[in-house]
């Protein structure tokens, strides 16, 4: 084997008989954005109103958190945090977990825009005081408002590339649409979270329809992972129906045979228990 002589300024550490592992990066967190959780004084990670594109993650970002030296203790050493709440959470940003500052913490920013996708159930208990029509109006209505800010923020791009000699005539600064050109005309990264088959099924439609770079959809494990696991053909959309009915015919099958091979095995257990086992 041949030696490799270290330099004098080079840290050498004996790991021999050890294991090595890289560090572990927490994809979506929260730390450095919320101490305690049931203290609002240290919630740090969500703003008021429904549209916040312009939140950074990495400006709230708590080097001094006393979460960041115990997480970093388990091998964590890369974080994405993540805003949250409303329709438009925020940007997130990807945070080392040794800075002395939120400037040195920064690895990368913005690591995408946070989206959460309107809730498309509809409710038919009892007591609910809204019918199924005004209740289908909202979703469409959270839907439009998506619409809406997407063209909003393609047409203050092009105001503010024209330029103008007169004072009066210039674009007006709004934060809430140019934080979001990144996303809509550079077509940056953009993360939508849903817990529901139809949820991704909108959202990735709604992305097609905007021409927006393909999303990424987070599915949260409480939620319906049916899209994921069995109707993953419809989480994104075809050219025509008829596609969507040759997938579902296929599933159909698969389950159906599937089905028959369960229901197979459970007799043949009670068969095989009752008359050979017993007798």
Same mark, same amino acid.
């Given at each position: 084997?041949?030696?490799?002589?270290?330099?004098? /300024?080079?840290?050498?550490?004996?790991?021999?008989?050890?294991?090595?592992?890289?560090? =572990?990066?927490?994809?979506?967190?929260?730390?450095?954005?919320?101490?305690?959780?049931? @203290?609002?004084?240290?919630? !740090?990670?969500?703003?008021?109103?429904?549209?916040?594109?312009? @939140?950074?993650?990495?400006? &709230?970002?708590?080097?001094? &958190?006393?979460?960041?030296?115990?997480? *970093? &203790?388990?091998?964590?050493?890369?974080?994405?945090?993540?805003?949250?709440?409303?329709?438009?959470?925020?940007?997130?940003?990807?945070?080392?977990?040794?800075?002395?500052?939120?400037?040195?913490?920064?690895?990368?920013?913005? &690591?995408?825009?946070?989206?959460?996708?309107?809730?498309?159930?509809?409710?038919?208990?009892?007591? @609910?005081?809204?019918?199924?029509?005004?209740?289908?109006? /909202?979703?469409?209505?959270?839907?439009?408002?998506? !619409?809406?800010?997407?063209?909003?923020? *393609?047409? =203050? #791009?092009?105001?503010?590339k024209q330029r103008s000699r007169i004072a009066g005539e210039r674009q007006k600064s709004d934060l809430r649409l140019e934080s979001m050109i990144p996303f809509v005309v550079e077509k940056k990264k953009i993360f939508i979270h849903a817990d529901e088959a139809r949820q991704i099924k909108s959202a990735v439609e709604w992305?097609?329809?905007? !021409?927006?770079?393909?999303?990424?959809?987070? @599915?949260? #494990?409480?939620?319906?992972?049916?899209?994921?696991? #069995?109707?993953?053909?419809?989480? =994104?959309?075809?050219?025509?129906?008829?596609?969507?009915?040759?997938?579902?015919?296929?599933?159909?099958?698969?389950?159906?045979?599937?089905?028959?091979?369960?229901?197979?095995?459970?007799?043949? #257990?009670?068969?095989?228990?009752?008359?050979?086992?017993?007798?």
């Amino acid at each position: 084997e041949k030696n490799i002589m270290a330099s004098p /300024e080079t840290d050498v550490y004996d790991v021999f008989g050890k294991h090595i592992i890289p560090g =572990y990066i927490a994809p979506i967190t929260r730390i450095g954005l919320v101490e305690i959780g049931l @203290v609002k004084q240290t919630r !740090d990670f969500t703003e008021r109103g429904s549209f916040n594109p312009n @939140v950074k993650a990495n400006v &709230s970002y708590n080097p001094d &958190s006393d979460l960041i030296p115990i997480t *970093r &203790s388990n091998g964590v050493l890369v974080v994405n945090s993540v805003p949250a709440g409303g329709r438009i959470s925020g940007q997130s940003s990807v945070m080392m977990l040794d800075g002395w500052t939120w400037e040195q913490a920064t690895l990368k920013h913005p &690591s995408g825009l946070h989206i959460n996708w309107p809730s498309m159930r509809i409710n038919y208990g009892a007591n @609910v005081k809204k019918s199924e029509k005004q209740q289908k109006e /909202e979703i469409q209505k959270s839907i439009r408002d998506l !619409d809406h800010m997407v063209r909003d923020v *393609r047409a =203050y #791009f092009q105001r503010i590339k024209q330029r103008s000699r007169i004072a009066g005539e210039r674009q007006k600064s709004d934060l809430r649409l140019e934080s979001m050109i990144p996303f809509v005309v550079e077509k940056k990264k953009i993360f939508i979270h849903a817990d529901e088959a139809r949820q991704i099924k909108s959202a990735v439609e709604w992305a097609k329809k905007n !021409d927006l770079k393909r999303p990424t959809v987070f @599915v949260n #494990f409480v939620g319906d992972m049916s899209c994921v696991i #069995f109707f993953f053909p419809f989480c =994104y959309p075809k050219k025509n129906n008829s596609q969507k009915k040759i997938w579902y015919s296929f599933l159909m099958l698969f389950l159906f045979i599937i089905f028959i091979v369960v229901v197979s095995a459970i007799i043949f #257990f009670i068969y095989f228990f009752y008359y050979i086992i017993l007798f």
